[in-house]
């Protein structure tokens, strides 16, 4: 449908090819906030609705994948609609003698056409949009843009992780030689992350911590400790905030390990570990200045 209406009083939810033919939806849509993460527009409202909404077609809780369409305001100010509504058993409403259309007013939005977006799907990292509000934001990558039968774009997207918000990773400063393998690692880390295990999420830092600072160590194959140590040789500086992070997560890595928690009387690794471990990537990425 190229229009869909939220009335502000009701809070129903109507769809149509025009405003002067919309119907009420039987089983309301899902429906959030929708706006690109490096769009300058800002959580944009009108008249306290956001300016682009995503309505959900499909969402697969296992792999976090989730299809829908964008709708954007088409004006400032809540618009006419003649609608029929099947829950409207009064007739004073109606638009004409004998039809059972209803005069309303709606805050009006158009299907949109999202032009160019299609164009940065070649990107080496594909596009992020932010779906919610405020503290209740959400990350999502879009998997693809097909034309629906009705020729209205419909996005795939895929979750990030629930970890707070992911640096974008920057190609051009990323040595050549490892861009495809970190790229790869932090695609299936964000992926999975959000059905992994804690200790699984440690593993998977530490293995990306191990790539980024054998790299930057001449280190290639050593492990996360080793290649932190080359790394401070190699540029002569002592202990920093980024070999503090990888040996934090080496640690991590370590407590893991069931024969150390036996051993050393250690409690198993949480979802708070897990979410440190992640943070202290982040943040080496971003001291490195991979990602900002």
Known sequence: MSYLGIN????AIYVGESTTFGYRCPTAPYLTPFRLANSAEGEALVLNYPRRIFREVYFDPVTRVRRGDVFASDGSQSA???VQDPYRKDLGNASTVGESRYETEMISYQNDPL???????????????LLGSGEHTTYWRILGIEAAANGKPVLTLKAEQYYG???DLQPERVPPAILPHL?????DLGAS???????AIVDRCRDTLALIFGE????PSADLAVAINAWLVAVDEKENIRSNCGRIVARLHSRGKPNEQRSRNLRPLTESDAKLALRCLWTVLEEFEWAK
């Open 8 to 11: 502000r009083e009701s809070g």
């Open 80 to 82: 006419r609609w003649y």
């Open 115 to 129: 032009i160019g977006l299609a164009k940065e799907l070649g990107n080496a990292r594909a596009p992020r949009v």
């Open 165 to 167: 918000e992911v640096p």
């Open 183 to 187: 790229e790869k690692l932090l695609d």
């Open 193 to 199: 992350v959000h059905r992994l295990s804690p200790v």
């Open 216 to 219: 930057a160590g001449n280190k």
